[in-house]
């Protein structure tokens, strides 16, 4: 799967609730999650552009809590975040970590703490998202099975973006790790 995705700063995160409401947007649920990504010194992710993490998730709304093991590939465009992703649930992610470890892949310098808000329009997810020690941001992201797709899926998000007073240029493409490790977190 393709993983059609732009990530926007916002001052107001209730704000940007609302307008998703108002745009049609239905709110589904809110979670903690918390990613830790791995590094090696056999493989550079940074250099490749890529990504493995595990992700634990709690539902505030039911009290589930689940947790995944994702690999995302090198960006595809110079103006987003879209990249391909390969995830899977996982039920032991502590014995993950120790497989990840064996391997010789460690946890990065700091882990990524949000509370995402999840809304849902067609085929458009929207996450409100408050980032420890970071700020609060928007994706709005589409899934796509071809690389044919992408164009429109951005199109999309593009149109939505300025339905909801957001510029091209307010988007950013650093991943949350490499943004807390910009600020020393």
């Known amino acids: 799967m393709i993983e059609v995705e732009v990530k926007i700063p916002i001052e107001n995160i209730e704000k940007i609730k609302q307008k998703?409401?108002?745009?049609?947007?239905?709110?589904?649920?809110?979670?903690?999650?918390?990613?830790?990504?791995?590094?090696?010194?056999?493989?550079?992710?940074?250099?490749?552009?890529?990504?493995?993490?595990?992700?634990?998730?709690?539902?505030?709304?039911?009290?589930?809590?689940?947790?995944q093991l994702n690999?995302?590939?090198?960006?595809?465009?110079?103006?987003?975040?879209?990249?391909?992703?390969?995830?899977?649930?996982?039920?032991?992610?502590?014995?993950?970590?120790?497989i990840l470890k064996e391997l010789e892949f460690y946890p990065a310098s700091c882990r990524v703490k949000k509370t995402?808000?999840?809304?849902?329009?067609?085929?458009?997810?929207?996450?409100?998202?408050?980032?420890?020690?970071?700020?609060?941001?928007?994706?709005?992201?589409?899934i796509v099975a071809k690389e044919e797709e992408r164009a429109g899926g951005l199109d999309m998000i593009y149109e939505l973006m300025r339905m909801l007073g957001c510029e091209k240029t307010e988007t950013v493409r650093d991943s949350y790790l490499s943004m807390l490790e910009k600020r020393g977190n």
């Not at 493995?52 to 505030?60: G, Q």
């Not at 690999?71 to 993950?96: A, H, N």
């Not at 849902?120 to 408050?130: E, L, Q, S, V, Y």
């Not at 609060?136 to 589409?142: D, G, H, K, V, Y």
């Open 20 to 67: 998703l409401l108002e745009t049609g947007f239905i709110y589904q649920k809110t979670v903690v999650e918390t990613d830790t990504y791995f590094i090696s010194d056999h493989y550079d992710m940074r250099k490749k552009d890529k990504a493995l993490r595990i992700r634990k998730m709690e539902n505030l709304d039911t009290g589930e809590v689940k947790a």
């Open 71 to 98: 690999c995302k590939g090198p960006k595809l465009d110079q103006v987003s975040m879209t990249r391909k992703e390969t995830e899977i649930d996982i039920y032991e992610p502590e014995k993950m970590e120790d």
């Open 116 to 142: 995402r808000g999840y809304y849902i329009k067609d085929h458009m997810t929207a996450a409100a998202d408050k980032v420890e020690n970071l700020g609060n941001f928007l994706e709005l992201e589409i």
